[in-house]
């Protein structure tokens, strides 16, 4: 099976510019999430989707940042505009409601905004 | 608010002996489920164990144990017999258990090295 998937591997990009990550989740899961890991603060949750609902987006962290999830097999995390301080490793992980409760994660897009 | 604590940022240990990892947690939820990830370089996040709070039984998964102190609010990870390929940056985390599908809370994580 394939796990999740994410797109880019590696962006960098000039501060002020658009940034626009991507993921494809395992099929058959209903719930997706993106979180962000920087050195100084962790792993921290920006939001999470069920049945590609928002569910919570308290992690994200101002107006610049959006997510989206049309449907159960695709979805975004725009960046506009960037800044230097985004800079970080933005993973996307699934899992189905109802089962062990383990996330799979996909293997990161690391950004560096200049 | 759920909190995960990791107050270990580096240890080591040499090859083949035995290594205890620390994590404490912060809930007033009484079910959940608590697992350890394991990240190595290639910043691929692995699951190494899981553990339901229900079940009073440690869970172990090959060289990988747990020491779960429900009442504590612990849950350790002994790694046993440590291999290189055990190198990695160790998260705990945390997740309610229910109908809804909540999200993981993970610790700040432990720098895990492995000497020959």
């Known amino acids: 099976d394939a796990g999740v998937i994410q797109s880019p591997r590696h962006e960098v990009t000039e501060m002020g510019q658009e940034v626009t990550l991507r993921c494809k989740p395992i099929s058959g899961h209903n719930s997706l999430f993106w979180y962000r890991q920087t050195m100084m603060r962790g792993l921290e949750l920006l939001i999470y989707?069920?049945?590609?609902?928002?569910?919570?987006d308290s992690g994200m962290p101002e107006d610049r940042f959006s997510a989206k999830m049309p449907n159960a097999s695709f979805s975004t995390l725009k960046i506009q505009p960037s800044e230097p301080r985004d800079s970080a490793v933005y993973f996307c992980?699934?899992?189905?409601?109802?089962?062990?409760?383990?996330?799979?994660f996909g293997e990161g897009s690391r950004l560096t905004v200049l | 608010a759920q909190t995960v604590t990791q107050s270990q940022p580096e240890m080591s240990v040499q090859e083949a002996e035995t290594v205890t990892l620390s994590c404490t947690y912060d809930?007033?939820?009484?079910?959940?489920?608590l697992f350890w990830y394991k990240q190595p370089p290639s910043r691929q996040m692995i699951l190494v164990i899981r553990?339901?709070?229900?079940?009073?039984q440690n869970a172990t998964e090959n060289r990988f144990s747990v020491n779960f102190q429900k009442a504590a609010k612990s849950f350790s990870l002994k790694i046993s017999d440590s291999q290189l390929g055990d190198a990695a940056m160790y998260f705990c985390a945390y997740r309610r258990s229910g109908g809804s599908n909540y999200k993981l809370t993970f610790g700040k994580g432990t720098l895990l090295t492995v000497n020959p």
């Open positions: 989707f069920n049945n590609n609902v928002p569910i919570d």
């Open positions: 553990q339901e709070a229900y079940k009073q």
């Open positions: 992980a699934s899992n189905r409601q109802g089962d062990t409760g383990e996330l799979f």
């Open positions: 809930t007033s939820e009484s079910d959940y489920y």
